[in-house]
Structure formats: C-alpha cells, structure tokens
C-alpha cells in the first residue's frame, strides 16, 4: 500500500485565481494520477504525472489549464487555473503501487470557486 | 459518454443483512474491475477486484460477481455492518491502460 497526503484539503477561491495542490507519497512510484470528481459525478481522469517528462493528459482536459509537476518519484502538484465556479470539485492524486491493477488515493481537496 | 454506471444512488439494508451493489458498463474492451470503498473526507480505498476470465472473486464478508455477457458486476456484502456505510465505486479498465473509470457510486447505508 502507499500514504498518500494531499493538501490543502479544502479551499474556498475566487473566480479568476489559480490554486495549486500538492501530492506527497511516502515511497516512490512511477506514475501519479490526477483525477476530479464534479458535484455527483463520478471520477474522471485528468491526466497521468511522470517523472521526467510531459503529463499526459485525458481528452478534454489541457496543460493551460490544469498544469502539472512531478519533479521526483515521491511528489507532483496541480494546479488548476483562472478558476471559475465549474471548477468546484473534489479533486484526487492517486499512484499504482505493486499490483498494475490498483490504485491508492489521497484524501482529496475539495475546491469551491465562488 | 458514461462507460460505467451505478443505476443505484443509494441502498439502505439492515445490519446482518446482504447488500448488494451493482454496476453496469458498456466497453467490452474492459477486462478488469474494481471496487472502491469512500468514507466522507476520505479519499477512495481499494476493496476487491475481479479480472475478466473469472467470474466470482470472494473476499470475506465481500464477494464480487461479473456477468460478462450482460456486461453486470454486482458486489456482495454478507453480513452488512455499520462499518460498511459509504459510498461505494465501482471501477472498470481496459488491457495495458492506466485509466481507470468509475461509476457515479452508491451510497450504501447499513441500519444498525
């Protein structure tokens, strides 16, 4: 398994500014993922983090917009951009650790853009 | 286009009870499921997976069944307990992706 801590864990923003949100794991992996889940939606991939090169990211979503760093196995951050009120979400890091097949989440940050 | 859905919002079952969740998904290209146990304020926890060659994965009092020709997943806890109330996500991937992709959840609430 892996620790996973996410911060902030909540935030209230205003239209227009930026928020930026760290993903600390407590060993290394390989790729992070970023995932958000709108008000009663289910999770959607944003994009996969790995170190040493570009996020790839899911359809629909752009690097302008949802920029991402992963400058070591352990860490990488989000930030979400000129933020509007359709931002407001929950959004997750999450890593693969031994088994491809499943992933472990942070506890999230729940963002509300007013 | 949503590829995997929980028709059910919420379920309530009595403690010592069967709960069970379902899930339906349209990509035949998926080949292995998950689901995913969310306490408020927590991120998503890992409960049990089942691949796409079986159709039965038992893990204590949780038991996952697919249904690949009706493209169905149902997951099975017996006996329902307190503890067992959250918001349960059910998980689909296809072969050599790192997406995964999740239902909206149930919530599931077990009366003691």
């Known amino acids: 398994s892996a620790v996973i801590s996410q911060k902030p864990s909540r935030d209230i923003c205003q239209r227009g500014t930026s928020l930026t949100i760290q993903c600390q794991v407590d060993s290394q992996v390989t790729m992070m993922f970023w995932y958000r889940q709108q008000p009663g939606q289910s999770l959607t991939l944003i994009a996969t983090?790995?170190?040493?090169?570009?996020?790839?990211?899911e359809s629909g979503f752009v690097i302008d917009k949802f920029p991402i760093s992963r400058p070591n196995l352990t860490f990488s951050t989000l930030t979400v951009s000129n933020m509007s009120p359709e931002d407001s979400s929950i959004y997750l890091c999450?890593?693969?650790?031994?088994?491809?097949?499943?992933?472990?989440f942070g506890s999230g940050t729940q963002l509300s853009v007013l | 286009d949503q590829q995997v859905k929980q028709n059910s919002p919420s379920l309530s079952v009595q403690e010592g009870r069967i709960s069970i969740l379902n899930c339906d998904y349209t990509n035949s290209m998926f080949d292995y499921f998950l689901w995913y146990k969310k306490y408020p304020a927590e991120g998503p926890t890992f409960l049990i997976s089942?691949?796409?060659?079986?159709d039965k994965n038992e893990d204590g009092r949780f038991t996952v069944f697919l249904n690949k020709s009706a493209k169905h997943l149902s997951l099975h806890i017996v006996p329902s307990q307190p503890g067992d109330s959250a918001v349960y996500f059910c998980?689909?991937?296809?072969?050599?992706?790192?997406?995964?992709?999740f239902g909206t959840g149930t919530r599931l609430t077990v009366i003691p």
């Open positions: 089942i691949s796409s060659i079986k």
């Open positions: 998980a689909a991937k296809k072969a050599g992706a790192n997406n995964l992709f």
């Open positions: 999450s890593v693969e650790v031994g088994s491809r097949e499943k992933l472990f």
């Open positions: 983090a790995n170190q040493g090169s570009e996020a790839t990211y």
